[in-house]
């Protein structure tokens, strides 16, 4: 590649860089090459922007048209036209740009071959595949081209699917959207990450959805949208006019009851949210418009909320904790009673879980009396779930989780956890419908977050497979926590410090600032909404890019389960 078009491609670039804040649109394609990638598309909503790429010079050597194939990645125009013109005339047609993304860290390193094909190597850091499902990784990958003479001009004959763009272009360009599923019951929204460049959004959240739910929540969630409804052939597009999406499905939505039309319209309200351009959601089955009533407020809330003050125990009380008292709430006599170390409050406050010397209990708001769940020696802190189930384990026993009612009746779970960990903390997701848990083991801590299995009676009985298993290095695991609808946060302590780090399932991770020695954390509203109480009992908050020390002194700090209704 001439030095004229290495220059014009970075000017290129920096313009894109920042057009791309705006909208972009980069194809979801797992296996694959682009170096620089960013594709930008027009008519699905949102302000579009041009990249015009520049085609094969004539002349080009191998080693040029590689590179020009890889800058080409920036427009996905007509399919990627620009980026086919480096292709021989019997493969373009065989390329597939959209099967996924692999993103990619550091500099690439092109390499002739004594075959005669040319690699183009990388350290993959994530990928993101055709639905838009994101997972991290840490690889060499090497990806392989042979050529062709066409017209005596060199073109590629093979190449891998899919494109590669760098760790910045990704973070630039594809935007992170949740798309929701239900609880069976109908009753909690629960979110599953995908991630999509601005321009194509609207159009892929919509198929996605319509997909149905992912391998890790089926049985877990289910979908109010008929089997086999699908974008119709006249409406393959998501519209956007005037803030309006119109999604147009196939005949099979029709079938759908009153209530599953109002459910349908919940679930794509909800996932289109994340697009600003887009305000309201209208439905039409073969070009015929459906008058479904919004639920509104009466409807199933994504993202769950907690109340903004801590609840805590402190000197023998058990409530909310502000200007250096505590307002007990009902249950604080009855919780204090059990020589408490830790507790879960229930959505409604109705119930409270709690650890205390005798094993795990269940206060309830009504004025009777402790029922001891759990007597088992080793017990870690309770979790509660939205169908009133208390979950508890022995810290030892990872092949012993019980869910158990407010009767007492016990119901083993059966587990997917390593037999010769630890368990060190679980919660239940505030909708009910996943769970997380910090594990100790021989190699250090470890994160697994998983769905929650469920029988017609909406008993646990099971856990399904892991979205996310994160080994630690190092470290002591202490607890973990819900941070919000998409975020856990662990707290892992090594030495005199504490590290927090925060995943988003189906995202990245984030190392919050380091912290004195502590024991314990729990979520609130967002990154902000963080506490962790330190070894010496002192409560700290995560107002911005620091911790802070709010100079109360607690005996623990209690989860919460959200704010019901």
């Not at 800058?71 to 959209?98: C, E, N, R």
């Not at 996605?208 to 890790?216: F, I, R, S, T, V």
């Not at 759908?256 to 319209?265: G, N």
Request: charged share 15%; net charge neutral; with cysteine.
């Amino acid at each position: 590649m001439t030095d004229r078009r290495i220059r014009r491609a970075a000017i290129v670039a920096a313009v894109v860089s920042v057009a791309t804040l705006l909208a972009g649109c980069v194809s979801i394609p797992s296996s694959g090459p682009v170096d620089q990638g960013l594709a930008i598309a027009s008519g699905t909503g949102g302000t579009s922007f041009e990249v015009n790429p520049e085609g094969p010079e004539k002349g080009a050597s191998q080693l040029d048209i590689v590179k020009g194939f890889v800058a080409a990645f920036q427009s996905s125009t007509g399919g990627y036209s620009v980026a086919k013109q480096y292709l021989s005339a019997s493969f373009s047609d065989k390329w597939q740009p959209q099967q996924s993304v692999q993103v990619r860290s550091g500099a690439p390193r092109y390499a002739q071959q004594s075959d005669g094909s040319i690699s183009y190597a990388f350290t993959t850091s994530a990928t993101v595949d055709a639905v838009g499902s994101y997972k991290q990784a840490d690889a060499p990958v090497s990806l392989p081209f042979t050529f062709v003479k066409e017209g005596g001009q060199w073109r590629i004959s093979s190449a891998p699917n899919g494109i590669v763009l760098s760790d910045q272009t990704f973070q630039r360009v594809f935007i992170k959207h949740p798309i929701y599923f239900l609880d069976p019951t109908g009753r909690n929204l629960v979110p599953d990450l995908r991630w999509f460049a601005l321009g194509t959004a609207p159009t892929r959240i919509v198929s996605a959805l319509l997909n149905g739910p992912p391998q890790w929540l089926e049985g877990a969630v289910r979908t109010y949208f008929p089997d086999g409804t699908q974008l119709s052939d006249s409406g393959s597009l998501v519209t956007v006019d005037s803030g309006i999406a119109r999604v147009d499905l196939t005949k099979q939505a029709s079938t759908a009851t009153a209530q599953q039309q109002q459910l349908m319209l919940l679930q794509l309200t909800d996932s289109l949210r994340s697009i600003a351009s887009i305000s309201r959601v209208e439905i039409s089955v073969d070009g015929t418009p459906l008058a479904i009533p919004d639920l509104g407020a009466t409807g199933p809330q994504p993202d769950p909320k907690v109340d903004g003050q801590a609840l805590v125990f402190l000197r023998k009380q058990f409530g909310f904790y502000a200007n250096g008292k505590v307002a007990p709430i009902p249950q604080s006599s009855r919780v204090a009673a059990l020589a408490p170390t830790a507790a879960t409050l229930s959505s409604d406050g109705g119930d409270v879980a709690v650890l205390g010397s005798a094993g795990v209990s269940l206060v309830a708001k009504a004025s009777t009396p402790a029922r001891l769940l759990d007597e088992r020696p080793n017990l870690i802190a309770p979790s509660l779930d939205e169908d009133g189930f208390v979950w508890s384990v022995p810290s030892d026993q990872p092949d012993a989780i019980l869910a158990i009612d407010a009767t007492g009746k016990q119901n083993p779970v059966a587990p997917s956890l390593p037999a010769d960990a630890t368990v060190t903390s679980m919660q239940v997701s505030r909708d009910g419908a996943r769970i997380a848990f910090l594990l100790s083991t021989g190699t250090g801590p470890r994160l697994l977050v998983a769905a929650i299995l469920r029988d017609s009676k909406r008993v646990p009985v099971g856990i399904g497979p892991s979205i996310l298993d994160v080994p630690f290095s190092g470290g002591d695991a202490r607890e973990v926590t819900w941070v919000d609808e998409l975020t856990v946060a662990t707290l892992v302590t090594t030495g005199t410090q504490s590290q927090v780090v925060t995943f988003v399932i189906g995202g990245q991770r984030t190392d919050l600032a380091a912290l004195t020695d502590s024991r314990s954390i729990v979520g609130g509203n967002g990154l902000d909404g963080l506490r962790v109480l330190g070894d010496d009992g002192v409560l700290y908050s995560y107002p911005g890019s620091s911790w802070q020390s709010t100079k109360a002194r607690v005996s623990f700090i209690a989860t919460q389960r959200g704010i019901a209704g």
